[in-house]
């Protein structure tokens, strides 16, 4: 018998829990066909309503339902980690517990797998239901990270992604601090297979992502997977050294020629407030990356768990 790891990140999901679970269980049959048993593992990404309670009244009924409770809330990306570690499958599956990922779509995508693919993931096709201002962001979001090119983040792909054993453990064997699953996923390479499908809204309770929550994930995850800001910036001082030393000798050419009257004061100030404005963006840029590397190195845990069951 092949075990099937399905791994739920939860924050303050508590009427979506049970919810899930028998929706998840629908595929019942499924499992019984191809010969599968489960493992479903909730993470509790520091929640403050009753998702654990929840969770453990199902486990009291089913015993293939696990809990990994963190100490704080420390973000999809980590409640995504600790599961992946966690989970003991042949085959291993990440699902929202909103329902926005329908289990409905889990033999469709398992039957991928034993086309051969190492993995079955999936995208949105459409972004219905969602602020039309957050789409357009999202859009952008994939146009630029995409621009490298090395590894492609596809545009409205989800964490919804069904794996198998072997891509698992190389997803976890890249143990980063900031983690964009996204890139990581694409990062490792291996077969994937796009399942398509329209976008779900959820079933209870309202998304956790606020618009900055999300700005700065996108940043994360260009920071994380891009090193094109920082060409930028290099490629901006070139440029802006050709210029001024192009203007330096047309200045002094002229003064040469035609004497130096004392004008220009006020363009002059417009050149040093550029010149200074673009030195500060780049020392930002400089100091994204710094920052990053420094959690990177202080190689502190991913997570913490308080309770585990
Ligand atoms: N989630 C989490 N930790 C967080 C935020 C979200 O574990 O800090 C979980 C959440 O409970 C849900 C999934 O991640 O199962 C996706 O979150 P959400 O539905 O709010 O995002 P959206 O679908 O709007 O992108
Ligand atoms: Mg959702």
Sequence with gaps: MKLLSAIV???NEEENVAFFYEEFI???EFFEKKDLTYELIYVDDGSSDRTAHEVKKLRERDEKVHLISFSRNFGKESAMYAGLKRAKGDFVVLLDADLQD??????EM???LEEGYDC???RRVTRKGEPPIRSLFARGFYKLINHNGRVEIVDGARDFRLMTRQMVDAVLSVTEYNRFSKGIFAWVGFKTKWVEYENVERAHGETKWSFWGLFRYALDGMLSFSSIPLAVTSFMGVLFCIVAFVMLLFVLIRALIFGDPTSGWPSLVCIILLAS?????CLGVLG???SKTYMEVKHRPIYVVKEEE
């Design 9 to 11: 990140p939860c924050y």
């Design 26 to 28: 629908k595929n019942k």
């Design 102 to 107: 329908p289990p409905s779509l889990l033999p």
């Design 110 to 112: 398992y039957g991928y």
């Design 120 to 122: 079955a993931a999936t």
């Design 277 to 281: 404005g673009v030195q500060l963006l």
């Design 288 to 290: 994204q990356y710094l």
